[in-house]
C-alpha cells in the first residue's frame, strides 16, 4: 500500500494533495511509523515477558516528544542530561534490533524482578521498575551505540557514493543498514544532492539493493513447497519490488539467510552497473518500479532492475533449499550413542512403563474451530490461567490447559506430527489438524533437570496418532529437584482459530 500510494503521489502530482492521498497515506504507514511497538510486542511474546509493558517500551521509543527519526539530519537535535548522560530526544521509528535488544533486556529485569519481589507488592514494584530500569538503559547506552553506527555508516556511505566501486559496497550494505534501522539517514545524502544542483545517484543504489531483495524472495515463494512460506514470501516480494523490503528481509530474506546473501550480491552488481551507467533521480522518495516516475535514463533503470533482481533470484534459486522435516531415524546402536545420551537412556529405562495407547485423550479439553484436542495425561484439569508460571497464565505462549498429573506419561491429543522434542526432553511440539500449532510442556522450569526424568517416545518428523504414548517422566525426580509437575498443554496459535474454548474457561 506505501509503494502504490507513493507512486501515484508522484505520478499525479495533483492527487498527491488531495484530501484521499492523505488519508490513504496516512493508513499506509502505520506500520511504518508505529514498528517499534509491533516489533516490541512480539518481542515480549518471545522472550516470555509482559507484552503490555514490552508495548510501553515500543511506545516510549517512538513518543511524540522525540524527533522523528526520519527528521534526523533536517532538525536540530535536543539532548537531555540524566545523571552523567547526554541522552538524544530522538525517536526509534523503523528500528527492529535496538527494540529488539531493549525488550529482551526488559524480560530478564521483569523475570528477576518477579523471582525476588514479594506477591503483595509484585503488581506495583515489577511493571514500574522494569519499565524504568529498562527506557533508562535503552535511552543511554542502547540509543547512543546505535547513533554512533548511524553516524559512521552515513560518512561511509557519502564517501563511497563518488565511485562506482564504492557504490557496488553500498549496494550490497544497504539492506543490513535496514535490519539495524540505519537506514533513515539517506535522506540527508539524497537532500544534499538535489540542494547542490545535481542528479540523486543514491537513489538507483537503493533501488538495485531493494529489488535484489524482491529477486531473493521471489525465488524463495515460487520454490518453496511449504505453503506458509510461499504465503509470505510472494506477497513479500511484490512490496519490494515497489521500494518497501521490510516485508521481504524480516519475513523471508533474513529467516533463511542464504536468500539474504543472494540479494546482498544482485544489489552489490546493480549498484555497480548503475553508477557505470550514471543514472540519476530528480527527486528522491522512491524506489523499485515506481523509481520510473523519477530517473533520468528508464531504458537503463530497465536494465538496472533485470541484472539485480535477476542474479539474485538465480543465486537463490540455486543456494537455498528447504529443508526437510527429517524422518524418525532408526535408532542407533547403545555403543555409538554419545556418553550423555547412555545415562539419560539409562535412568529413562528406570521409569514406569505404559501401554501404547490411553483412552484419556476421549475427555476434549481444548477445542476451536479447527478441530478437538483431548487430555494429555491423566489429572485434575486447570485453565492457563492458574498454571504456576507467568510466562503460561498470562497466554504468552498461547491459551490451554494444564493438568495435574496423576501418573508420568503423555499421549497425543489428536493425530499429527511432531515438530520439535525439546533437547532437555521435557517439552514436545505438535502440528495437528489445520496447522495446529500445539505446545505440551511437563512442569515449571523443568528444563534445568537437563533431561534427567524424561523418556520421550517420539522424534521430530513422526506421524502420532490419538492416544499414543509420546512420552514418560518421573514425578518424583521433578518434585525432588523442586518443580511444579504440572502438565502444561497450550494451542500456540490460538489467534488464527475461531471459537477456541478450554475446560475451566469463565
Known amino acids: 500500500m506505501m509503494g502504490l500510494v507513493e507512486a501515484l503521489g508522484k505520478a499525479i502530482p495533483n492527487f498527491a494533495a488531495t484530501d484521499w492521498y492523505g488519508f490513504l497515506d496516512m493508513i499506509a504507514n502505520t506500520a511504518f511509523a508505529y514498528l517499534p511497538v509491533i516489533v516490541a510486542i512480539s518481542a515480549a511474546r518471545v522472550f516470555g515477558g509482559n507484552i503490555f509493558l514490552g508495548a510501553v517500551v515500543g511506545l516510549a521509543m517512538i513518543h511524540s516528544a522525540l524527533l522523528n527519526a526520519w527528521s534526523v539530519g533536517s532538525a536540530e537535535i535536543e539532548y537531555w542530561r540524566l545523571l552523567f548522560f547526554n541522552v538524544r530526544k530522538v525517536g526509534y521509528q523503523g528500528h527492529v534490533i535496538p527494540v529488539v535488544i531493549a525488550v529482551w533486556l526488559m ?15 509484585d503488581l506495583f514494584i515489577v511493571p514500574l521498575c522494569t519499565v524504568l530500569a529498562t527506557t533508562f538503559l535503552t535511552f543511554t547506552i542502547i540509543g547512543p551505540i546505535f547513533a554512533q553506527l548511524e553516524t559512521w555508516v552515513l560518512a561511509g556511505a557519502k564517501v563511497l557514493v563518488r565511485n562506482p566501486f564504492g557504490a557496488g559496497i553500498m549496494g550490497a550494505l544497504y539492506p543490513w543498514t535496514v535490519v539495524m534501522g540505519l537506514h533513515h539517514m539517506y535522506n540527508v545524502i539524497e537532500a544534499g544532492m538535489l540542494a547542490e544542483g545535481a542528479l540523486n545517484t543514491w537513489m538507483p543504489i537503493a533501488t538495485a539493493a531493494n529489488i535484489a531483495q524482491f529477486g531473493a524472495c521471489l525465488a524463495v ?19 519490494a519490488a515497489l521500494g518497501i523490503t521490510e516485508p521481504a528481509i524480516f519475513g523471508v530474506n533474513m529467516r533463511f539467510l542464504k536468500p539474504m546473501i543472494a540479494g546482498t550480491i544482485g544489489g552489490a552488481v546493480g549498484a555497480l552497473l548503475g ?38 533470484f538465480v543465486i537463490t534459486w540455486v543456494i537455498w533449499k528447504e529443508e526437510e522435516k527429517p524422518a524418525a531415524a532408526a535408532a542407533a546402536p547403545a555403543a555409538a550413542a554419545p556418553a550423555a545420551a547412555e545415562t539419560l537412556e539409562a535412568k529413562a529405562a ?4 505404559y501401554p501404547d495407547t490411553s483412552d484419556v485423550v476421549a475427555n ?19 485453565p492457563y490461567t492458574q498454571l504456576p508460571d507467568p510466562l503460561f497464565a498470562q497466554g504468552t505462549m498461547g491459551i490451554g490447559v494444564g493438568v495435574e498429573p496423576e501418573e508420568g506419561v503423555v499421549y497425543a491429543p489428536c493425530d499429527g506430527e511432531i515438530t520439535s522434542v525439546a533437547d532437555s526432553r ?3 511440539g505438535i502440528e495437528g489438524p489445520e496447522e495446529m500449532d500445539i505446545l505440551i510442556h511437563v512442569g515449571v522450569d523443568t528444563v534445568e533437570m537437563k533431561g534427567d526424568g524424561f523418556k520421550p517416545f517420539v522424534e521430530e518428523g513422526d506421524k502420532v496418532t490419538k492416544g499414543q504414548k509420546i512420552l514418560e517422566f518421573d514425578r518424583e525426580k521433578i518434585k525432588a529437584a523442586g518443580h511444579p509437575d504440572t502438565v502444561v ?15 475451566g474457561q469463565e
Open 275 to 312: 553508477a557505470i551507467m550514471k543514472l540519476g533521480a530528480k527527486a528522491y522518495g522512491v524506489t523499485g518500479l515506481p523509481g520510473y516516475l523519477i530517473i533520468d535514463k528508464p531504458f537503463p533503470y530497465t536494465i538496472l532492475l533485470l541484472v539485480s533482481a535477476g542474479i539474485a
Open 221 to 239: 515463494g515460487l520454490k518453496a513447497r511449504n505453503n506458509k512460506t510461499k504465503v509470505v514470501a510472494v506477497p513479500s516480494s511484490l512490496s
Open 364 to 382: 476434549t479439553v481444548i477445542g476451536c474451530s479447527a478441530g478437538e484436542l483431548g487430555q494429555v495425561t491423566k489429572g485434575n484439569v486447570i
Open 489 to 503: 498443554f497450550l494451542l500456540t496459535n490460538s489467534d488464527d482459530y475461531e471459537n477456541v474454548t478450554f475446560t
Open 426 to 428: 521435557h517439552a514436545i
Open 350 to 353: 528406570e521409569l514406569p512403563q
Open 107 to 121: 524480560c530478564q529485569i521483569e523475570k528477576w524482578l518477579h523471582k525476588h519481589v514479594p506477591e503483595m507488592l
